[in-house]
Every structure is written in C-alpha cells, then in structure tokens.
C-alpha cells in the first residue's frame, strides 16, 4: 500500500528522544529516512534495559522506518559522504545548535548551494536572535523555563516543583516539528523552493504553556494574573474512591446536570449558583472540585464508572503502565502488536495511532543496528568497493556487528 510521504529523502542528523521521534514519525509515512550516527552511535542506544548493547527500548521506540549509517562528520570522507546524501534528499533535520552545524561544514548556505530545494531543519533549545541562542537545551531545562514544575508545584498547593514523568517538550516538539516540516514539503512540491526552518523548543513550549496560563494577562493592561485556575485545583487529580481512584471531568451544563440528576439531587443545579454557568464553576473551581473529591470516596471506582457511563459523563478508569499493556480498548484496536525484530528477538510494537482510509502510514522496518546500512547507503550515493573499503579501515564508517 502506498504511503503519503513515498518518494520522500531525509537525511538524519538527530539523536536521544525529541528529533528521533519527529523522524520516525516521518519514516512512517513512508520517507526513506537515514539517519546518520558517528561511530559510538546515539546516546540514547544504551538507556534502559536491553538484551544486546546499543538496543535499548527507548531507541528501539522512536528509530523504526529508517536505515542506518555511519559516518565520521569530521572527517573529509565522512563529510563527502553526507553531502552526497544531502544533494540526493528533500529534507535534512538536525538537533545540534546551529554553532555545532558550521563547525562540521553543515550550515544552510553552503547545503543549500548544493541543493537549493533542500529543507533545512533546526531543532534545537532556543531561537538564534536570542541572547540564549548558544546555550545547550534537554526536557528538563525547557520544563523549568516554561514554569511547567512551577504550575505543578502551584496545583500541589506548595509541593516542591517536579517535572513531568514523561519528556513532555521532546515529543510536543516533536510532534510540532513533524507539521512544519509536512508544511514545507506541500510548499517545496508547488513550487521547488527550499528553505531553512529553526524550531526553538523554549518558544515552542512557551506558546504551550501560555495558550492556557497567559489567563488575565492576555489583556493590557492586565484585567487578572496568569494561571488558568482549573488546571491549578488542587482537586483536579484522579479521585480516591473507596477502593481506588477514578478519573472524571464534569464540565459542561448538561454533564452537572446529569451528575445531579445521577444523585437524585437535581435541584442543586438549579440552586447552588455556583454551577449556574461555565463561568460561575471557573470562579467558584476549587469548592466546586472539593465537593466532588468528597462525594467520589463514598463508593467503588466500578459504581462510580458504572454511573458515569450510563449518565454520559467523561470518565476513564486510572491505569498504571502495567495495566495500560493489558487496556481492553488498546487491544480492540490492535494497538500493540509482537514482532520479531532480526537481532533484538520479539518485541512489543506500537501501532500508528491514526487511520488513513487510502494511504495508511506504517513502519516498514524496525530499528536498525549501528551501521546496519552503512555499505548499502554509501553504495546508493556512488561510493564504490575500494573506496568504502578505505573508509571502514579508517573508522570513517563501520557496519553493524553481526556476533
């Protein structure tokens, strides 16, 4: 079956999580994506447990779709190589700060007089206007420049600050980055044009953040503080029942209405103004979420999800990552699948989580070892036998290990 993105040519310049995940994205839309590791490969190969070294899960998770080679940027063959790639493809994405990209030759003005076409993407901590433009970015640092441990902190009514358990910026930015670059890619086939893209996690995820905590100070002057006092309940959590927790948002008229209504308490609605609009429950939130708390640890998660569905109130049981493997509706739609991947025996996939009805994307390979393309990538660009030979026998290149 086709795919959207078949035809397509990226070259790779990415490591650990955010742009890997842009990437494979991308991959499984069908782009012929290689991904270009220096000789020790990426980090994020060795994180977490793994039964051969660089195979790690986090890698095997975020590098399906793509083939792998190697290539010592530093070197001139190594350079040669990946210009070769570059003239070929559509699109190069890099994570690096744009500083590290002119020191290894690969700035956008010299790329793209090698290929005018060619879309140029920057994925990186912060824009280049910026007296931040040099400084190194990872998830944490980006949570905490967003003030995402601070409105956690806020919402725990003075809890020490936390981060998010999941890196929230990589794969927001992640995610953000597959649309330019789909973007750039409709304008490059109207027109044939190319163009440099910088994506700055820090200002992405600070329209992130603020589209809901700009609050009162969208307006000048201001008319209120920033915080969207909902998200800042102290109550709005899973809430303990009697023998568990259950996760419930109540929210429009017609949900309070049947909440009440569920209770055989439906005068409150009518009488208590606090629930007279959205705008009285915005105000009056956290003794609105109280009251609720209350309520839920007066029977089972299994009455209370029992009475949420049959009053079509937005409900979901609360899952840990154990139970989450075992999700009934995950398994309905086959989300995960068992395959067996060549060196790494079988394991856990994850389906492409949208439905296409005509050109369905779907990974057509899964993650490749260090260096397991090298020789057929560099054979594609016109490198022949002696010259590959020359290049493994000076660390230029290498294969995957097969022992």
Not at 47 to 56: D, H, K, L, Q, T
Not at 87 to 115: H, S, T
Not at 238 to 251: A, E, Q, R
Not at 372 to 391: C, K, P, Q, T, Y
Request: aromatic content about 8%; glycine content about 8%; some cysteine.
């Amino acid at each position: 079956m086709a795919r959207p993105l078949d035809g397509i040519k990226i070259v790779d310049l990415t490591n650990m999580l955010m742009a890997p995940y842009t990437t494979q994205i991308l991959g499984d839309m069908g782009a012929d994506v290689v991904k270009v590791e220096p000789p020790e490969g990426d980090p994020i190969r060795n994180i977490g447990p793994f039964r051969n070294p660089g195979m790690g899960p986090i890698y095997l998770n975020t590098n399906r779709s793509k083939r792998s080679i190697v290539l010592d940027l530093k070197s001139d063959e190594g350079h040669a190589a990946v210009m070769e790639l570059i003239r070929r493809a559509d699109v190069l994405i890099y994570n690096r700060r744009p500083q590290a990209m002119e020191r290894l030759r690969l700035a956008y003005e010299p790329i793209k007089a090698v290929n005018p076409r060619i879309i140029y993407v920057g994925i990186f901590g912060y824009g280049q206007d910026g007296p931040y433009a040099n400084k190194p970015a990872f998830d944490d640092l980006i949570q905490g420049a967003v003030a995402i441990p601070s409105l956690a902190q806020a919402a725990a009514s003075g809890s020490s600050p936390t981060y998010s358990p999941v890196a929230i910026v990589d794969r927001c930015v992640g995610l953000w980055s597959v649309g330019q670059i789909n973007a750039a890619l409709f304008h490059q086939c109207r027109t044939g044009e190319g163009q440099r893209i910088d994506i700055p996690m820090f200002e992405m995820m600070a329209t992130y953040v603020l589209g809901e905590h700009l609050s009162g100070r969208t307006f000048d002057p201001p008319i209120g503080p920033p915080g969207y006092a909902r998200m800042l309940s102290s109550d709005r959590r899973p809430y303990p029942t009697k023998d568990g927790y259950v996760c419930v948002l109540i929210y429009t008229d017609r949900h309070w209405q049947a909440w009440f209504n569920a209770l055989g308490t439906p005068h409150v609605f009518s009488d208590d103004l606090r629930y007279s609009s959205i705008t009285t429950r915005a105000e009056n939130i956290d003794s609105i979420y109280s009251d609720l708390a209350k309520t839920l640890q007066t029977r089972t998660s299994a009455d209370w999800l029992e009475l949420f569905d049959k009053a079509d109130i937005p409900a979901m049981p609360l899952n840990t990552p154990e139970t989450l493997l075992t999700e009934p509706h995950l398994d309905a739609v086959g989300f995960f699948k068992t395959v067996e991947h060549p060196t790494e025996g079988t394991i856990l996939d994850m389906t492409v989580p949208a439905n296409w009805s005509a050109t369905q994307p779907m990974p057509d390979k899964l993650a490749p070892r260090l260096g397991e393309h090298s020789v057929e990538v560099l054979r594609e660009i016109g490198f022949d036998e002696a010259r590959i030979s020359n290049m493994m026998a000076n660390g230029v290149t290498a294969v995957a290990d097969n022992s």
